[in-house]
């Protein structure tokens, strides 16, 4: 069976971060596999029958077949033990799943109305961007500030409600290196389909680095700290900082306290606010002689903080 | 009768005037009074799930298409109309109330329902809930999905008292009907129609009937105590004053579970006839779909918690709920073996509602083997809250409420309106719908396997063919739907005058005229043997 799962399921299933994926996978392509059999047989006996017995006239007289209970004792009881046999299977995972290791890595999450907000044992926090390493248990404990949120990682295969009041958690342990989507999958509001995270597994050196930088990061100048962003959101592949040649987008070389024109002609002051908009709604006013649609929001991505500490940065450019 | 003068010959000429209409106990006009109403509001549920999928043809990146719908908050608000509008006012009604309130009692040879005066009232009900719910669409409209999970539905917008308190008036509509059918059932038998004498699709309105009565109560009071806390803040739900959100999902699902079966069993029924008639052969295994409708009403009450898999309940409980909810497995399972097992050495005719019981068949063996996966809990920790969700319930309850109700429709519209209908064009309809339904949902089954989650207003590029797929398959359906409506109202129009018993069915709402006479029967009926003696 199992090369079934590898031809099929896994097309279309997320990549498999972790083990316990592989172990739903597996569990997943065989229901798939029983359920084309079941359909085939279902669906398929159904169009052979009604060809088979299509009237031809409209006097046929019919077989008096009221019932079989033999045939009828089989198709209930095949059912049952499928089922039961499914059903203990998925427990047998499930079980995997909710046992929480012991001395895993803790980190706290906060779902909030549209961001995950991340906090490390050391106190390092971040906004929709989770990092762990690779090949160790993590134990993600859940909460919300406001309304429901859900914690789902679908190349993992887990899922968590956070509920505002109490603390669930689940944990992981991640064999692959990479960057994996984190969504919101309980409903909450206006930004519900915005509210994606990253989860990004790096080898333990890099974690710590991560961590010993996050601790840094706190006591930087602002605009030191909004150097640092500007690189790590990768801002620079389409904004120049020391000249002011244009590349993809225009160049913020020199830019501040000075007017810019827009693509409709207006003109407009290049000050906190404008910076601010342009990190938010890139797109709401685009300089004259760049496309729109070509920079992507950072709402969600950053917190006023972080902003601010980039506003302070393209602030400098001087 | 206050208006004896002016009898017709039939139930909708019997008095004239559109006031004969509103004050009639007459459960055939109460049937065709709801068929109207639920069909107008099933177009509106539908042009807004139209609205949704046009806005979800591309993610928001892509210029003008993906636009339709100005922000997330509007497309929430539709999202949640649609999802309301088709629960309370289309699906759950939809059978009982039309078919069933026309059908019930001519299928067992009855004059009328027990309680006509109640069933009345049922409408009132149903019509005052409707109007209250649509009316908050011109206030502040409602964002939380018909879901109304708290804590969000008790921080958001106003109007969420004024939709809970809608819902919870058409609760009670669907409790006066379903307390009518029981005692129908048990009270108005034509002689000889002994229990095990009754055709299938009574059998299925009375399993649903017990749902509706013990059932509906529970979200009636759920809703009442969600209205309270937005008033008076008591602290039942909300955290913030130490209640428990996760709690009103335990009461909201204790009935949306069983209403979900409210809304399936009944098309059970509707589909066994059909078969049986088009078939022309006994059904095989009446007593096991007769007495398997019932098992599903009982097992239904104890599964509600395999929608709260990740919601933070105990492993224990979501183990003990997985096992329960495969239990709901087994009768499904045997009905739809049985159906297949009538049509050996029958004599099956393609009339379109037969077309359509087909097409149930099709699309429930597929709602139902991924209802499987969803029981079986790792798999739904991942599929939980996807689109592969939203393409689950859409093949039970579009794929097979709504095929079911089509094909009873077209199946009995030659008895409620004494025409006959086009059968080309209802073949062409069916052939849209039913391909345009795959179009749309299969994908989705998909979307949701990598990953996509509901209720999404935007999505990452990587989703972005399917939805495409998922759109232009739901311009099908439209396209099936108004080819469909063009079927009936040609039908009415200009359809030959259809005789007593168009299809050569054995089932006793056959033996009286076509419209049948107010009284239902000119002679009371006796039966002598069971429904299905075709021979």
Redesign the interface.
């Known amino acids: 069976m199992m090369w079934f799962n590898i031809a099929k399921a896994q097309s279309?299933?997320?990549t498999q971060g972790t083990e316990?994926a592989k172990?739903?996978d597996n569990?997943?392509g065989f229901?798939l596999v029983?359920?084309l059999i079941?359909?085939v047989l279902?669906?398929g006996?159904?169009i052979y029958?009604?060809w088979k017995?299509?009237?031809?006239s409209p006097n046929?007289?019919?077989?008096?077949?009221?019932?079989?209970t033999a045939?009828?004792f089989l198709?209930?009881f095949i059912?049952?033990v499928i089922?039961?046999a499914?059903?203990g299977?998925?427990?047998y995972?499930?079980?995997q799943?909710?046992a929480m290791p012991e001395n895993a890595l803790e980190i706290n999450v906060i779902g909030k109305q549209w961001a995950w907000e991340v906090e490390y044992k050391n106190g390092y926090k971040t906004v929709n961007e989770v990092v762990v390493p690779i090949n160790q248990d993590v134990k993600i404990l859940l909460t919300a500030a406001?309304?429901?949120h859900?914690f789902?990682v679908?190349?993992f295969?887990?899922?968590?409600?956070a509920?505002?009041?109490?603390y669930?958690a689940l944990w992981f342990k991640a064999d692959k290196l990479g960057e994996f989507?984190l969504?919101?999958?309980?409903?909450?509001?206006?930004?519900?389909?915005?509210m994606?995270g990253k989860l990004r597994v790096v080898s333990r050196e890099d974690f710590d680095k991560y961590l010993e930088q996050g601790q840094e990061e706190r006591f930087l100048p602002l605009a030191e700290k909004g150097k640092k962003l500007f690189a790590v959101k990768a801002c620079a592949s389409c904004h120049a900082v020391d000249h002011p040649g244009a590349m993809v987008g225009p160049s913020l070389f020199q830019k501040f306290g000075h007017e810019e024109v827009m693509d409709d002609g207006t003109k407009i002051m290049f000050d906190e606010n404008y910076i601010r908009e342009s990190i938010l709604e890139p797109n709401k006013h685009i300089v004259k002689g760049f496309p729109k649609?070509v920079m992507p929001t950072f709402q969600g991505q950053l917190n006023e903080n972080e902003l601010s500490a980039l506003v302070e940065y393209v602030k400098n450019l001087k | 009768m206050a208006n004896t003068k002016a009898h017709g010959d039939n139930y909708i000429n019997f008095e004239k005037g559109i006031w004969s209409w509103l004050t009639t106990v007459d459960h055939k006009r109460i049937g065709l009074m709801y068929f109207i109403t639920v069909m107008f509001f099933f177009l509106i549920g539908g042009i807004m799930a139209l609205l949704l999928r046009l806005e979800l043809f591309a993610p928001n990146?892509a210029?003008n298409v993906g636009q339709i719908l100005a922000?997330?908050?509007v497309y929430?608000q539709v999202m949640t109309y649609h999802g309301a509008i088709m629960v309370f006012m289309v699906i759950v009604p939809g059978i009982p109330a039309i078919l069933g309130n026309f059908f019930l009692p001519l299928q067992i040879g009855a004059k009328d329902v027990a309680f006509p005066r109640i069933n009345l009232l049922s409408w009132y009900c149903f019509m005052a809930g409707a109007i209250l719910a649509i009316a908050t669409f011109f206030t502040t409209k409602i964002?939380t999905?018909w879901t109304f999970?708290t804590?969000?539905s008790i921080?958001?917008g106003t109007a969420t008292a004024m939709m809970v308190l809608a819902a919870f008036i058409m609760g009670m509509s669907s409790i006066l009907t379903g307390l009518n059918f029981i005692v129908t059932v048990h009270k108005l038998r034509a002689p000889g129609m002994t229990m095990h004498r009754m055709p299938l699709f009574i059998w299925s309105l009375y399993a649903t009937a017990i749902l509706q009565m013990l059932a509906t109560p529970v979200l009636g009071i759920t809703l009442l105590l969600l209205a309270v806390e937005r008033f008076l803040g008591i602290g039942i739900f909300d955290?913030?004053l130490?209640g428990?959100?996760?709690l009103f999902q335990h009461f909201f699902w204790f009935y949306s579970h069983p209403a979900v079966y409210i809304m399936i069993i009944p098309a059970m029924g509707i589909i066994s006839e059909l078969i049986t008639t088009f078939?022309?052969?006994?059904i095989?295994?009446?007593?096991?779909i007769a007495y398997s409708s019932l098992g599903i009403a009982a097992v239904s009450f104890f599964v509600w918690g395999h929608h709260m898999f990740?919601?933070?309940q105990s492993?224990t409980t979501?183990?003990v709920f997985?096992?329960l909810t495969?239990?709901v497995?087994?009768p499904t399972?045997?009905k739809?073996?049985?159906?297949?097992?009538t049509?050996?050495?029958?004599?099956?005719?393609?009339r379109s509602p037969m077309l359509y019981a087909?097409g149930f068949?099709?699309l429930f063996?597929?709602g139902g083997?991924?209802g499987?996966?969803l029981?079986?809990?790792?798999?739904d920790?991942?599929f939980?809250?996807?689109y592969f969700v939203v393409a689950h319930f859409h093949y039970v309850m579009v794929g097979g409420t709504l095929m079911a109700l089509m094909g009873g429709y077209y199946y009995w519209f030659p008895k409620m309106f004494g025409k006959m209908y086009n059968e080309t064009t209802a073949r062409i309809s069916f052939v849209f719908i039913f391909i345009g339904f795959n179009v749309t949902f299969f994908p989705q089954f998909?979307l949701g396997?990598?990953?996509m989650?509901?209720?999404?207003?935007?999505?990452?590029p990587a989703y972005e063919n399917l939805n495409k797929i998922s759109t232009v398959g739901s311009w099908l359906i439209l396209i099936g739907f108004l080819v469909g409506l063009y079927t009936i109202v040609q039908g009415l129009m200009k359809g030959e005058k259809a005789p007593m018993n168009p299809w050569g069915s054995k089932t006793l709402e056959w033996q009286t005229s076509s419209p049948p006479p107010h009284d239902n029967f000119s002679v009371e009926p006796v039966v002598t043997a069971g429904p299905y003696e075709?021979?």
């Open positions: 279309f299933m997320p316990i172990q739903v569990l997943y229901l029983t359920s079941a359909c279902v669906i006996g159904m029958f009604v017995y299509r009237r031809k046929d007289k019919t077989a008096y077949i009221s019932h079989n045939l009828e198709w209930s059912p049952l089922f039961l499914v059903f299977w998925g427990w995972i499930y079980h799943m909710r406001d309304v429901l859900s789902y679908p190349s295969r887990i899922k968590q409600d509920i505002p009041g109490r669930t989507h969504f919101c999958t309980e409903y909450c509001g206006t930004s519900h389909s915005g994606i649609g | 990146a210029p922000n997330g908050d929430n964002d999905g999970y804590p969000y921080r958001t955290p913030k130490g428990d959100p996760v078939s022309k052969k006994v095989f295994g009446y007593t096991a990740v919601s933070g492993e979501g183990i997985s096992f495969m239990l497995g087994v399972a045997i739809m073996f049985n159906w297949v097992a049509f050996y050495k029958g004599s099956v005719e393609f087909l068949m099709f063996a597929i083997v991924t499987v996966m029981a079986t809990l790792p798999i920790v991942h939980h809250d996807t998909i396997a990598m990953g989650p509901r209720r999404y207003f935007d999505y990452i075709y021979r």
